[in-house]
C-alpha cells in the first residue's frame, strides 16, 4: 500500500453518477440563511431564559441550554463554511466562516486548511492533523476530550504561535503559499477581542459572561460528545471512509444543531455536497454504506462504556457501534496505535 492515498469515495469503492452527485451538490444561499433565522430565534428563546433566571439557581440549567445552542452551531456552521459549502455567495460564506470560527475559537484559516488535510488523510495516523485523541481511547483520554479544556488549550497554543509568527510544522504543511499574512492577522484580531471580553467584568460589564463566556463553557462537552463520535473506535490508516469514519441515526433537534453532519461517512465521501443535502445524500448511497450507528445518546453510552472497560483491562466488544477489530480486545495491556495531533 502506497504511503500517500486521498481518503474519498474512490478510495472507498464507493460510487455515484456524475448527473446524480451534480444535482446533490448544487449550492444555494437559502439553506443557510434559512439556518441563521432558526439559529439566532433559538438563541433569542434561550437568551431570555437566561436574563429571566439570573439570580436565581436556574440560571444554570439555563445557560447550560443556551450554551448547548450557542456552541453546537457554531462548531457545525464553522465546519460547513471551511467547506465553502454553506452558502453559494462566496463573501456570506466568509463572513459566517469568521463569526462562527471566533465563537468556536479557532482562527478560520487554519480550521480550513488543517480540516482539509483531515479530509485528505482520514485517520491516517502521521498525516492526519486532526486526530483529537489517543487511539485506542481510554477513559482519562475520553474525560479530557469531552471537557473542551484540551481543545481549549491546543486552540490557545495555535493562537500565540498565529500571532507571534512561530509556525508550526503542521501549519507549513496544510498552509497554502500566501496564507500565513492573513492568519496572522486574523489571530492578533481574535485574541485582542478575547482580552476584551475577559476585562468585561472588570468594568462592570457582565452580560458578556452570562450569555457568552459561560454558556460557552457549558455547551462545549455536548458538542464534543458530537464529534467524539465521528471516528472514535474505527479503523486507523485505511484508504476506505466506511471502515475510519460513523454516521449515525439522528432526531430533528440533533439534526438541526449539528447542521445533519450526523450523515459523516456520506460527508467524507462526498465532501463538495452541501450540509442541507445530505439526507439525500444518504439515500442514493445507502445500498452501498453500513448502517448507521444508534443515535446520539445510546452511541455516546456505548462509546464510554468500552473506553471505561478497556481502562479497567476488561473487554471492549460493543453491543451496537461499529469498532474496527484491533479495537476489540479480552482485556489486558493496551498498546497505543496513535497519538493524538490536536
Not at 13 to 37: E, H
Not at 197 to 222: D, E, N, S, T, Y
Not at 306 to 315: D, F, I, Y
Amino acid at each position: 500500500m502506497p504511503d500517500y492515498i486521498p481518503t474519498n469515495a474512490a478510495s472507498s469503492g464507493v460510487k455515484l453518477d456524475k448527473k446524480t452527485l451534480k444535482s446533490i451538490a448544487a449550492r444555494s444561499d437559502k439553506p443557510g440563511l434559512i439556518y441563521i433565522a432558526q439559529w439566532v430565534a433559538f438563541l433569542s428563546a434561550t437568551g431570555a431564559l437566561v436574563w429571566a433566571t439570573l439570580g436565581t439557581l436556574w440560571v444554570w440549567p439555563a445557560m447550560l441550554l443556551h450554551g448547548i445552542f450557542l456552541t453546537v452551531p457554531a462548531y457545525s456552521f464553522s465546519h460547513e463554511t471551511a467547506h465553502g459549502t454553506a452558502f453559494r455567495s462566496r463573501w456570506l460564506n466568509e463572513a459566517v466562516l469568521w463569526v462562527t470560527s471566533f465563537l468556536y475559537m479557532e482562527e478560520p484559516l487554519h480550521r480550513r486548511y488543517t480540516h482539509t488535510n483531515h479530509h485528505t488523510h482520514t485517520w491516517w495516523v502521521g498525516k492526519d492533523s486532526q486526530m483529537p485523541f489517543d487511539t485506542p481511547m481510554g477513559f482519562g483520554g475520553w474525560l479530557a476530550e469531552i471537557s473542551g479544556f484540551a481543545l481549549l488549550r491546543f486552540h490557545m497554543q495555535v493562537f500565540v504561535c498565529l500571532a507571534a509568527g512561530r509556525y508550526t510544522d503542521t501549519m507549513k504543511m496544510v498552509t497554502p503559499e500566501g496564507g500565513f499574512a492573513k492568519m496572522t492577522r486574523n489571530a492578533r484580531i481574535m485574541l485582542m477581542i478575547y482580552a476584551l471580553i475577559a476585562a468585561a467584568p472588570f468594568f462592570g460589564i457582565w452580560w458578556v459572561v452570562w450569555f457568552l463566556v459561560i454558556p460557552r463553557i457549558l455547551g462545549a462537552p455536548v458538542m464534543l460528545l458530537f464529534t467524539l463520535i465521528q471516528h472514535v473506535e474505527l479503523q486507523e490508516n485505511s484508504p476506505s471512509i466506511l471502515e475510519s469514519t460513523r454516521s449515525f441515526r439522528s432526531n430533528r433537534l440533533a439534526e438541526f444543531l449539528y447542521m445533519k453532519m450526523n450523515n459523516h461517512v456520506e460527508h467524507h465521501l462526498y465532501p463538495q455536497v452541501p450540509f442541507h443535502a445530505l439526507p439525500k445524500l444518504a439515500e442514493a448511497l445507502q445500498d452501498q454504506l453500513p448502517q448507521p450507528d444508534p443515535g446520539f445518546c445510546k452511541t455516546n453510552l456505548e462509546v464510554m462504556s468500552v473506553v471505561l472497560r478497556r481502562s479497567l483491562g476488561r473487554q471492549t466488544k460493543a453491543a451496537s457501534i461499529r469498532q474496527a477489530p484491533h479495537m476489540i480486545t479480552g482485556g489486558g495491556p493496551v498498546e497505543r496505535v496513535a497519538q493524538r495531533t490536536m
